[in-house]
Nanobody, 125 residues
Framework: QVQLVESGGGLVQAGGSLRLSCAASERSLSIYFMGWFRQPPGKEREFVAA????????YYADSVKGQFTISKDNAKNTVYLQMNSLKPEDTAVYYC??????????????????WGQGTQVTVSS
């Protein structure tokens, strides 16, 4: 089992940047496929980005492609989400999640085994 703790959220003006971090305790993140999801107010949780166990391959939702970058530092047991050119529609609670098995179905929240508590990102216009 692994515990995930997100940090780095906050209030930012449109066009600004934030970097979210997801730190793991007790087990190495190198054995997990990692994902970032977000849940806007009143909406369902949605896929944002994912990264392979080695960190060599990443995947993005079309809505954030070219705007967000996911990265992974297995030595630090941390996954990052760099968010640039933020827009008010990026406002959401952001969650990181760990998936134990294959990379398939990485866009589906129910396929992930462990979740962090979430961090709020608010983008003002």
């Amino acid at each position: 089992q692994v515990q995930l703790v997100e940090s780095g959220g906050g209030l930012v003006q449109a066009g600004g940047s934030l970097r979210l971090s997801c730190a793991a305790s007790e087990r190495s993140l190198s054995i997990y496929f990692m994902g970032w999801f977000r849940q806007p107010p009143g909406k369902e949780r949605e896929f944002v980005a994912a990264i392979s166990k080695s960190g060599s391959t990443s995947y993005y939702a079309d809505s954030v492609k070219g705007q967000f970058t996911i990265s992974k530092d297995n030595a630090k047991n941390t996954v990052y989400l760099q968010m640039n050119s933020l827009k008010p529609e990026d406002t959401a609670v952001y969650y990181c999640a760990a998936k134990e098995n294959s990379w398939t179905d990485y866009k589906i929240p129910g396929k992930y085994n462990y979740w962090g508590q979430g961090t709020q990102v608010t983008v003002s216009s």
